[in-house]
C-alpha cells in the first residue's frame, strides 16, 4: 500500500488532525479513507472537526520582539470563545506562534494567500533551472520544488521550530483538540529592521 499526499490532505481535510496523525490512521486501515476518519475519531484525534464550520470570532492579536529589537512580529489568532482566549494554553499558543513567524518568516498564513502572480514566477524560476530536460521531467521538477515553495512560504506548512517532525498546522490541531475549539490563524505582519519598502535591506544599497 502507498499511501500518497493527496490521500493524506483529503483525510485532513475531512478531520482537521494534523499530518502525521492522517498517515497513521490510512496505515493502520490500508489506505481506506472511510476507515481512517473513524480511526481518527476513535482515538479522539478527530474530535475538532465538527468545529470546522463554527465561527473563530474571539482570539489574541499577541506579539514578539526579537534580536535585540530588530524583529518583530504581530499576529492575530481566533477562537470561539473569550474565555478559551483569556486562557494560558491559547496565549501560549499565540506567543508559540508569533516565535515561528520572527524565526521563519513566512510570507502568507495558506497557500490559498498567495497570489497568482507569484507563483507563476517561482515556476518559471524552476523551470528556467531545469532547462535543458525532457519537459514532463521539468513538469516533474517544477511541482516538487512548488510544494517545497508552500513548506517555506505558507505558515501553516512550514516545520514547527521547537519540533520539525510537525508542522505549524498540527500544532495548532493539537491546540484545538485540548481546548475544544475552532483555532485558526487570521493574519501576521512580520517587521525587521533595514526591510525597504520592495523588501530588501537597505543595508545593501
Known sequence: MVLTAKLVQELRE??????M??????AETDGDLEK?????????????????????????????????GKIGVLI??????DFCAKSEAFQALVKELALQVAALNPRVVKR?????AVLEQER??????????PAAVVAKIVDGK?????????LLEQAYARDPNKTVNDLIGEAA????????????????MGEALDGKSTEAA
Open 14 to 19: 475531512k478531520t482537521g488532525a494534523g499530518i
Open 21 to 26: 496523525d492522517c498517515k497513521r490512521a490510512l
Open 36 to 68: 481512517g476518519v473513524v480511526w481518527l475519531r476513535e482515538k479522539g484525534i478527530a474530535a475538532a472537526a465538527g468545529r470546522a464550520g463554527r465561527v473563530a470570532s474571539e482570539g489574541a492579536v499577541g506579539s514578539y520582539i526579537h534580536a535585540g
Open 76 to 81: 492575530e489568532v481566533n477562537c470561539e470563545t
Open 112 to 116: 490559498e494567500d498567495l497570489s497568482p
Open 124 to 133: 518559471q524560476i524552476y523551470a528556467s533551472q531545469a532547462e535543458g530536460k
Open 146 to 154: 512548488i510544494e517545497k515553495f508552500y513548506k517555506e512560504a505558507c
Open 177 to 192: 483538540i485540548q481546548m475544544r475549539e475552532k483555532i485558526e490563524v487570521r493574519r501576521f505582519a512580520r517587521y525587521q
